[in-house]
C-alpha cells in the first residue's frame, strides 16, 4: 500500500475486533488496545473471543505484522494518527445509551495528543456525541488544531461482519472540515479506489475494482443520525412483517406468500421481510431505544418508533402462545430448543428471543433440552444447565423423546434437518417453527404436526379436503 494510515482502534468487541483485522487486511498499521488484560493475552496467543466467518483467518494472517494487541493506551494514540473508538454504548434505563465508556476512553486519550489526531467515532452513539467529545477534549487542556472529531459509523451484520466491512453497500463519513476528511479518505481508498479488490487473496464480494465501495462524506451529526434511522427502519420492517404475519394467520393466509409478493415491488425489496420471533441482538433493540430517546430530548415525537419496540415485544408472546396451544399445557413437557443465539451464523445471545423464549418455558414448568451451533457457551452463562434445563450435542439429541420440537433460530443446519430421522426420534411429532424455515405440506407429508408464524397450523390431514399445493 503506497499511503498507509497508521490507525488506534480502542475495543475489542465486534466492531472494533473486525474493524481492526479489516483495516490491517486493507494494508494499515494498527494498534488494537483493550483494558481486559485476559483478552489481550488471548488474541496474542492465536485465539479469537468471537464468533465470526473470516475473522480467525484475517487474525492469523496479519497478528503480530500489521495488527498487534496491547492494553496500554496512551503509547498506541502517540503511535496513530487515526484512533477509532470502538466500545461498548449499552442501553440505559431511560432507553439512552451509556457513553460512560466513550467519556472514559476520550479523556485517556486527551492526556496522549501531542501533535494532530482524528478520533473516529465507530460506536453507535446518539446525535451531537461529536460535540460532547469535543468538549471532553477541550477541558482535559487539548489544543483544537490537535484533534479532529469523526463519526464513521458501521453498518455490520454479525456473522457477515468482514464481509460486510470489505465490500460495504457504502462508507459513511461525517467530518467538520476537509483535513480530516482526507485522512479517512486515505483510509478507505483501498476499498473506494478498487486497489484492494485486485490484490491476490483478497476477500470476494459484491464489490470490485470495476464496482468499488462508495463513501459518502456529510456532517457528523448527519453520519451519527444515519446509523440510528437504518437500523430502526429495518427494525421497523421486522416489526411490520410481523404486524402483517398476525394478521395474515387470522384470515388464513401465507405470510411467506405475502412477504413474496411485497418483496418483488422495487420499492420495498425483500430482504428483512422474514416473519418470525422479532428482531433481537446488540444493535437493534439498543439503537431503536436511543433513537426514541433523542427524539424525545430534542422534543420530536416519535411514536412510530415506540409501535416498533412493541410490536417485536408481543411477537415473543404470541410464540409461547402458540406453543401453549399446542402442547395444551407445560408443565412437564420436555421440549427441544433448537437455536439460542439471536440470529445465524453468530454465537451473540444479546437480546436473542430464543433466550426469552426458554426462560418463558422453564417458568411455565417445562423442561428444556437446547442446542445451538455455537452459542451453547455463551447461553449458559445465562440459562446455566439445571434440572430442567440441559444442552445436547446435536440436534438429534436436543429432539430426542421430546414432546415437542421448537426452532428458535434460522440456523442452515435447521433448515435442512432430516425429517424422517426427526419424526423417529421425538415422542410425539409436533414441530413448532419460529423462523418458518419449512414448508407446511412437507411437514405434513412427514407426519408432523407443523405450526409456524403467519401461515395456518397443520395439525393433521382432514378426511375429505384436499391439502393445499405450495411450491
Known amino acids: ?18 474493524a481492526a483485522a479489516c483495516f490491517a487486511e486493507m494494508g494499515h498499521p494498527v494498534i488494537c488496545v483493550d483494558n481486559d488484560e485476559a483478552r ?3 488474541l496474542r496467543r492465536g485465539g479469537v473471543p468471537i464468533f465470526e466467518k473470516h475473522l480467525p483467518e484475517l487474525l492469523a494472517k496479519h497478528r503480530d505484522t500489521r495488527i498487534v494487541f496491547t492494553t496500554e493506551l496512551g503509547e498506541a ?3 496513530s494518527e487515526a484512533v477509532f473508538i470502538a466500545v461498548g454504548t449499552p442501553q440505559g434505563d431511560s432507553g439512552a445509551a451509556d457513553l460512560s465508556y466513550v467519556e472514559a476512553v476520550v479523556s485517556e486519550i486527551a492526556r496522549a495528543i501531542h501533535g494532530y489526531k482524528v478520533i473516529v467515532e465507530k460506536s453507535t ?5 461529536n460535540d460532547w467529545i469535543r468538549r471532553v477534549l477541550h477541558r482535559h487542556g487539548v489544543d483544537p488544531q490537535c484533534f479532529d472529531v469523526v463519526s464513521n459509523p ?7 461482519a468482514v464481509a460486510d466491512f470489505l465490500h460495504p453497500d457504502r462508507i459513511v463519513v461525517g467530518a467538520g472540515n476537509e483535513r480530516s476528511a482526507e485522512v479517512l479518505r486515505r483510509i478507505y481508498e483501498p476499498l473506494t479506489g478498487g486497489s484492494y479488490y485486485a490484490q491476490p487473496g483478497a476477500l470476494s464480494g459484491a464489490c470490485s475494482g470495476a464496482h468499488p465501495a462508495r463513501l459518502l462524506v456529510t456532517s457528523a451529526q448527519s453520519a451519527e443520525i444515519i446509523k440510528h434511522a437504518s437500523n430502526a427502519f429495518l427494525a421497523l420492517k421486522i416489526s411490520f412483517i410481523n404486524a402483517v404475519a398476525n394478521l395474515a394467520e387470522a384470515v388464513d393466509a401465507d405470510i411467506e406468500d405475502i412477504a413474496a409478493g411485497m418483496g418483488l415491488d422495487s420499492r420495498i425489496g425483500p430482504r428483512f421481510l422474514r416473519a418470525g420471533l422479532g428482531y433481537g441482538g446488540s444493535c437493534f433493540p439498543k439503537d431503536v431505544a436511543a433513537f426514541h430517546w433523542v427524539a424525545q430530548q430534542r422534543g420530536v415525537n416519535f411514536q412510530l418508533l415506540q409501535e416498533v419496540r412493541k410490536i417485536n415485544e408481543t411477537q415473543k408472546e404470541v410464540f409461547f402462545n402458540k406453543v401453549l396451544s399446542a402442547l395444551w399445557t407445560l408443565r412437564g413437557k420436555r421440549l427441544a430448543a433448537l437455536g439460542l443465539a439471536f440470529k445465524s451464523d453468530t454465537d451473540d445471545i444479546r437480546e436473542s428471543p430464543a433466550i426469552d423464549i426458554i426462560k418463558r418455558l422453564l417458568k411455565a414448568g417445562a423442561s428444556v433440552r437446547a442446542y445451538d451451533p455455537a452459542a451453547m457457551e455463551r447461553a449458559k452463562e445465562v440459562l446455566p444447565p439445571a434440572e430442567n434445563l440441559s444442552y445436547a450435542g446435536s440436534l438429534y439429541e436436543a429432539a430426542g423423546n421430546a414432546d415437542a420440537v421448537l426452532i428458535l433460530t434460522d440456523w442452515r443446519e435447521f433448515a435442512a434437518i432430516d425429517l424422517v430421522r426427526l419424526n ?3 415422542h410425539f411429532p409436533i414441530v413448532i417453527d419460529g423462523r418458518n424455515l419449512y414448508k407446511p405440506q412437507v411437514m405434513l407429508e412427514h407426519g408432523f404436526t407443523y405450526v409456524s408464524v403467519g401461515r395456518p397450523a397443520n395439525y393433521e390431514a382432514q378426511e375429505g379436503k384436499p391439502r393445499r399445493q405450495l411450491v
Open 424 to 426: 423417529q426420534a421425538v
Open 77 to 79: 494514540v502517540e503511535r
Open 154 to 160: 458501521e453498518f455490520l451484520r454479525e456473522g457477515t
Open 1 to 18: 500500500m503506497s499511503n498507509p494510515v497508521s490507525i488506534c482502534v480502542i475495543g475489542s468487541g465486534y466492531v472494533g475486533l473486525v
Open 125 to 129: 452513539v446518539p446525535v451531537y456525541t
Open 40 to 42: 489481550v493475552d488471548l
